[in-house]
């Protein structure tokens, strides 16, 4: 049961594409409003507007600690079932090393990234498109590299990268629908899985209800 992380860039159709794939697999989409509905559950209320804080992730307090800890095992528990697609929060730095996981990187060139902004947000301004897509691309790589100590953007942390330039939506999908089931039909391999991880029954019961999943 393999899950598949996604990082992509603002203006890559990573979204787009990551929901298409999971429709196409049966599998849960797992994004920022899923495990926001998580950290509520256990108190933490304001987890939307700290993620989104400029500048939070590079800081260094027992409250950024704390946060990060917590998403850290939120991701790893969201995965704790197989047959997801988790999109963004680092989930391929955390997950690097589970042979079920197929980490997917989906990028896309500047100006094209920005043409796309611009259509579907800032429709009068490039200017504030282009600022946009590079505050974006600023933000991504401060949490991923202060908290994974790993390059955002490094090809060689990914399984597989979709340039957007090049590659239609639907050819992403069909690559990444046929690697999910490449995945599915692998032996078992020496490395560990997913289902070897260690998850807290609390939390797992919270993650299980915010995904529709009845435990096993």
Do not use: C
């Amino acid at each position: 049961m393999p899950a598949i992380t996604i990082s992509r860039e603002i203006g890559s159709k990573g979204d787009t594409i990551a929901e298409q794939a999971a429709n196409r697999l049966g599998y849960q989409l797992v994004d920022k409003n899923a495990i926001e509905k998580v950290f509520t559950q256990f108190g933490y209320i304001d987890f939307k507007e700290t993620y989104e804080a400029a500048g939070f992730w590079a800081q260094f307090d027992p409250r950024r600690a704390e946060m990060v800890s917590f998403l850290n095992r939120v991701v790893e528990t969201m995965v704790y079932y197989g047959n997801v697609i988790l999109v963004g929060r680092g989930g391929f730095a955390l997950l690097k090393n589970y042979a079920d996981v197929l980490n997917v990187r989906i990028q896309g060139p500047f100006h094209l990234r920005v043409e796309r902004v611009m259509k579907s947000q800032f429709p009068d301004s490039q200017a504030k498109a282009e600022e946009f897509v590079r505050e974006s691309d600023k933000m991504r790589r401060e949490f991923v590299e202060s908290i994974h100590a790993g390059q955002w953007d490094s090809a060689s942390a990914f399984d597989l990268v979709i340039d957007t330039g090049k590659i239609s939506t639907p050819l992403a999908v069909d690559w990444l629908v046929a690697a999910a089931h490449e995945l599915e039909r692998a032996q078992p391999s020496s490395r560990m899985t997913t289902r070897s991880l260690r998850v807290d029954p609390v939390l797992l019961d919270s993650v299980s209800r915010v995904l529709g999943i009845q435990p096993a």
